[in-house]
């Protein structure tokens, strides 16, 4: 894919990261392991601010 950007204002200090594609893709394919560990992890983040931001949700909804 293209390469995108968008803005972001943090409420909080934040680590970032940045990985370069083709230096990633590299990674994975001679350290399958770290590939998989990565991506699960990220899963994981992913799936635990997705139940937080559910709750919040339902939470505002149901104080209507």
Known sequence: GEPRSAPILA???VS???FKYDA???LFEENPRIGYI???NLAVIATKRIKENHQKMRKLLLSY
């Open 16 to 18: 970032l990261i940045h």
């Open 11 to 13: 409420e909080k200090k």
């Open 38 to 40: 990565m991506i699960h």
């Open 24 to 26: 990633l893709i590299k």
